[in-house]
């Protein structure tokens, strides 16, 4: 075992040791984390409105999680697939009693990433078409399946082709970026995107599935306008293409409900989640309803460590304290206290252009001189870790800063950690 060490001893044996490849979003080395707070080796305590990166919803070790975790450690760790075990049809059925009805049977996984390339070839396999749509924007991880989906920075992808065939990018609505009709007027973008798309490069009756963020979170979160997902159900529906809805960063609660798209009343074909449904035991699903699922024949598709008795005991766990504990409805009511006094702080810093929601999933976008402001909001995101509070920041240029706090933090917390945050806007941006 390596001797203790100082934040810097630490960072310097990760840069002998570990592959450059990790982007690192602080220099902080944390070695214990409860609720909302990072506890770093050099005795910081930092306020955590990151999640690691959308994971920990219900704050880091919650004592539901904690102790499902620990009484499977003293039982059963592994079986794979040598062996049914209870643990995995337990998550299984907690698991499609919170998806849309007609979501019924699980494949478990152990990242994002695996869940989407579960998806693509499910949708494949059962429609006998090969051609998937995706969003400009949109992230799905980076195995090669994934990353041919992903679409959020060319940086992913430089080097690594040629990628997945079959694969085609439209443009999410992103009104802000994209658009120049009045708010209040239906935006047409990906109905005229997914036209010109079939008419030009591929027809409908070749396309498997359109793969879909309904909040899009790398991307900058963004909210979609509401008949953004119907739109899509219909058209899929008019095709026989296979809606799949990545909700990986979106589900669980963080947008105000379950799922993201439990605000749209759309039930998409196939769902993939991951992140919080372990709060940070490694546990991914693909869902999809029976008819679907049956193309895949026995071998066909198969993992070693998806369904761990463990990371499927904390699933459980996850999903009884978010049911229980209405959690989705506590991020629905502090995602709108947060939005309400972000878009105050929008009348004098005019680099606030945007502030965008859904529960407490919260994009603030900033602009200066009409281009995307990446080095303002670096500067803002360096100001408050220096004050105590880690945020990320997300969007295609940099230029927007997530807010998404454990859904459980106490409402002291979540003021304390604003309050640093807009010292730090109104310091940063002035
Ligand atoms: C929407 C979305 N899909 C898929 C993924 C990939 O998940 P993982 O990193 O677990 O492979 C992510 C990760 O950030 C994500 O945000």
Not at 44 to 67: E, K, S
Not at 68 to 76: G, S
Not at 85 to 99: D, G, K, R
């Amino acid at each position: 075992m390596l001797a203790a060490a100082d934040a810097a001893t630490w960072r310097e044996r990760d840069a002998e040791l570990i592959s450059p490849a990790y982007h690192r979003y602080s220099d902080l080395v944390v070695e214990s984390a409860e609720g909302a707070h990072l506890h770093t080796v050099d005795g910081r305590d930092v306020l955590d409105f990151g999640c690691g990166i959308g994971v920990t919803n219900l704050g880091h070790r919650h004592p539901a999680v904690v102790a499902a975790v620990h009484a499977q450690v003293d039982r059963l760790w592994h079986t794979s697939v040598t062996a049914f075990h209870p643990q995995m049809i337990e998550a299984a059925a907690a698991l499609v009693s919170v998806t849309p009805p007609s979501l019924d049977q699980v494949f478990l996984t152990n990242s994002g990433a695996e869940a989407i390339e579960g998806a693509m070839k499910l949708a494949r396999r059962s429609t006998g078409r090969s051609e998937i749509i995706a969003f400009v924007g949109g992230f799905h991880g980076r195995t090669y399946g994934a990353l041919s989906l992903t679409a959020s920075k060319a940086a992913y992808r430089r080097g690594m082709g040629p990628l997945l065939p079959g694969v085609h990018h439209i443009r999410y609505p992103y009104c802000f970026r994209y658009c120049s009709h009045p708010s209040d007027e239906v935006c047409h973008l990906v109905e005229q995107e997914l036209a010109l798309l079939f008419a030009t490069t591929t027809a409908p009756d070749t396309v498997a599935a359109i793969v879909v963020e309904p909040v899009q979170g790398e991307g900058g979160y963004v909210v979609p306008p509401a008949p953004f997902m119907p739109m899509l159900r219909r058209i899929c529906d008019e095709h026989g293409i296979l809606l799949v809805a990545d909700e990986v960063q979106s589900g669980f609660g963080r947008t105000g409900k379950m799922f993201a798209v439990d605000h749209t009343l759309v039930e998409p074909d196939i769902m993939c989640l991951a992140k919080a449904l372990g709060n940070g035991m490694p546990i991914a699903a693909m869902v999809a309803g029976h008819r679907v699922m049956s193309a895949f024949h026995e071998g066909e598709h198969g993992t070693t460590y998806g369904g761990n008795p463990v990371a499927c005991a904390a699933a459980v766990a996850v999903i009884e304290t978010m049911t229980r504990d209405h959690i989705p409805e506590r991020a629905d009511r502090l995602g709108r206290r947060v939005m309400e006094r972000a878009r105050a702080w929008q009348t004098d810093v005019p680099a606030l252009a945007d502030v965008r929601g859904l529960g407490l999933m919260i994009g603030l976008e900033f602009m200066q001189g009409g281009a995307p402001a990446t080095r303002l909001v670096d500067r803002i995101s360096t100001n408050a870790l220096a004050h105590g509070l880690l945020v990320l920041s997300c969007g295609i240029d940099g230029n927007v800063i997530r807010l998404i706090p454990p859904l459980t933090i106490p409402e002291a917390e979540l003021d304390a950690g604003l309050d640093i945050l807009e010292a730090a806007i109104r310091e940063e941006a002035a």
